[in-house]
């Protein structure tokens, strides 16, 4: 079973400029939650969602949305880059539904977003 | 609103040596709990899990028990590898209408041979 798939790795951007980050669950996996990891304030909690719609949300500014299609992909977006913005991004899908789901969370590589 | 501390590293041990990193955790209602590693360059990956008090979660020789009497989840293993050099999370998750995991701020290990 192929695992949680993020693109791009890497990516420079400046300022100022927008960002779409992509996310494909393990197969099966109906739940994607997005979290970002700065060596400051280590994980934190975006967005997290099942079958298109958002079910949580973390205390990020509105610059950051995120999506989710009919095939359980995610996508996330920044716009307005900022210099602080610079993180790894980490997808992770969890098969939700179900009193057996404990929420253990199945993650991606992550994408590393530089932002100069 | 729930939250996750665990102890500052870096923690630097030699090889075989006993491992000990302390968690304890605030929430309300019973939440799953979890210890993730990340490798470098990698992503997270479950380590162990316990989803109720009492219940012991193992996994490649690294042990942690969930004590809700004093609300932690401390990680130990016997004896450490190199290969455990590792960033440490603890974490825990509750189910209100969707999932949301809160981890804490992470342990870095170093184990030298």
């Known amino acids: 079973k192929a695992g949680v798939t993020q693109t791009p790795r890497y990516l420079i951007k400046t300022r100022g400029q927008q960002v779409t980050l992509s996310c494909s669950p393990i197969?099966?996996?109906?739940?994607v939650s997005w979290y970002q990891q700065t060596p400051g304030q280590g994980l934190q909690f975006l967005f997290e969602?099942?079958?298109?719609?958002?079910?949580n949300k973390g205390n990020f500014p509105g610059r950051f949305s995120g999506r989710q299609f009919s095939n359980s992909r995610s996508e996330m977006n920044v716009s307005t880059l900022e210099l602080g913005d610079s993180a790894l991004y980490l997808c992770?899908?969890?098969?939700?539904?179900?009193?057996?789901?404990?929420?253990?969370?199945?993650f991606g590589e992550g994408s590393r977003l530089t932002v100069l | 609103g729930n939250s996750v501390t665990q102890m500052e590293g870096p923690v630097t041990l030699s090889e075989e040596a006993f491992l000990t990193i302390n968690c304890t955790y605030t929430?309300?209602?019973?939440?799953?709990l979890f210890w993730y590693v990340q490798y470098p360059g990698e992503g997270l990956q479950l380590l162990l899990k316990?989803?109720?008090?009492?219940d012991k979660g193992s996994n490649k020789g690294f042990e942690a028990t969930y004590r809700k009497e004093t609300t932690s989840f401390h990680l130990e293993k016997g004896s450490v590898q190199v290969s455990d050099s590792a960033v440490y999370f603890c974490?825990?998750?509750?189910?209100?209408?969707?999932?949301?995991?809160?981890f804490g701020a992470g342990t870095r290990l170093f184990v030298k041979a």
């Open positions: 316990a989803t109720k008090a009492d």
């Open positions: 969602y099942f079958s298109e719609t958002q079910r």
């Open positions: 197969s099966g996996h109906r739940s």
């Open positions: 992770a899908s969890t098969p939700a539904g179900g009193t057996a789901n404990t929420g253990e969370l199945f």
């Open positions: 929430a309300t209602g019973y939440p799953s």
């Open positions: 974490a825990l998750s509750q189910n209100t209408g969707g999932f949301k995991t809160i």
